[in-house]
């Protein structure tokens, strides 16, 4: 692969609080490295189509300080983005763990201070988190230092009342902050079931991306968190609605959220490049209003895949071979390769089964790394055990 377009820089020197070569990490350090899997301990910065993706950053603190684990978190992620020739202040796009919603407020107090204004958007969800002692964990999307970074907002839109933008617009993409059941008017919870809270949600969304001169015709990719399974339904067919065609691609994963009164949060990606629908890779005869895969100008947004059949039932590692085949086949129908994926996230139902995934996954992409989460969440699928999701660049050319 060109590495004009897509570069990984390896962060581990900058940003290990001990020896660099060494594989276990220091108690007393501020920083706790992953070590789930010894070839994924180092943070990766994949720089792809104007945007630097940043790994899951990780931090624990020896006192249980949340406040100072997100400052560790944030001053690395700035030692990273930095070191790959951005910055914080490029942050487009944030994903935050917690392990507890009672540490929301101490991660917002030590997290806000890192912006002057115009935060990026942010999306928090509370779950176990794959590092052992670690108390917070952030995945980041930065705009290279020249790009384009301007925050769209409703002109008739409360800002918002913690440190995110509802929405920032880079080139042709547009990223939105995770969306709850709110009026953005004064930011007063809407109260409902999920279907309710599912349809305020994407009034929201049409509102912000009218902000930006897009609609939900441009979303290209949405990633839905419920707090329990059994609503998935009842969110489904509200959230069809929306696109009647052409649906974005879509992982759906039940977790908690930060905010007790929500049943539902979704984040979405907009880009005003002209689509594609791909549909390799579907099973037969899904009726979901999900695509295969969105290709809209130099990235293709993959769907969630799983790989569970009457054969692996209980099999994490063949579960893992499988899903992957299918991505596979959706990246070729999409033009693209694993060579191309610059955005891994990978939700497992139980993380004692990482070392079985990881195995599956370093033979699939083989030396390519790409920026990966790892977030250990519920699946809609009974009897699935690890969904994947993926984002392919391709470099621009002299034909686009």
Partial sequence: ??????????????????????????????????????????????????????????????????????????????SALGGAGSSLDQAVSVLVFIRSASDFQAMNDAYRAFWTSDFPTRTTLVTELPTPGALVEMTIIAAEAEGERVVVHPRDWAVSPSPYSYAIKSGDTVFLSG????????????????ATQTRVILENAGELLSAAGLSHANIVSSRVYLTNVSSFGAMNEAYRAYFTAAPPARATAQTALAGPQYDV????????????????????????????????????????????????????????RETLARLRRTLAAA??????????????????????????????????????????????????????????????????
């Avoid at 390519?368 to 994947?388: F, K, M, W, Y």
């Fill in 1 to 78: 692969m060109s590495s004009r377009f897509l570069t990984v820089f390896s962060a581990r020197s900058a940003l290990s609080a001990r020896d660099p070569g060494s594989s276990t990490p220091d108690p007393d350090s501020p920083i706790a490295d992953k070590r789930y899997n010894s070839r994924m301990s180092s943070t990766e910065v994949v720089r792809a189509g104007g945007f630097l993706y940043l790994s899951g950053v990780s931090a624990s603190d020896p006192r249980g300080d949340v406040g100072a684990a997100t400052r560790g978190v944030l001053e690395r992620a700035r």
């Fill in 179 to 194: 969306l709850v059941s709110r009026n953005g008017r004064d930011n007063s919870a809407v109260a409902g079931d999920v």
């Fill in 265 to 320: 949060e979704i984040t979405f990606t907009a880009s005003s490049s002209a689509r594609r629908v791909i549909a390799e890779g579907l099973p037969p005869n899904l009726n979901l209003p999900l695509s295969a895969a969105i290709v809209a100008g130099q990235r293709a947004y993959l769907s969630g895949a799983l790989g569970f059949d009457d054969t692996n039932k209980g099999n994490v590692a063949a579960q893992t």
């Fill in 335 to 400: 033009d693209r390769a694993p060579s191309d994926v610059a955005e891994a996230i990978v939700y497992v139902t139980d993380l004692k089964d990482l070392p079985d995934v990881d195995h599956e996954y370093r033979a699939f992409f083989g030396s390519h790394a790409p920026a990966r989460t790892t977030i250990r969440s519920g699946l809609v699928a009974a009897d699935g055990l690890v969904e994947i999701m993926v984002t392919a660049v391709k470099p621009r050319t002299n034909t686009d």
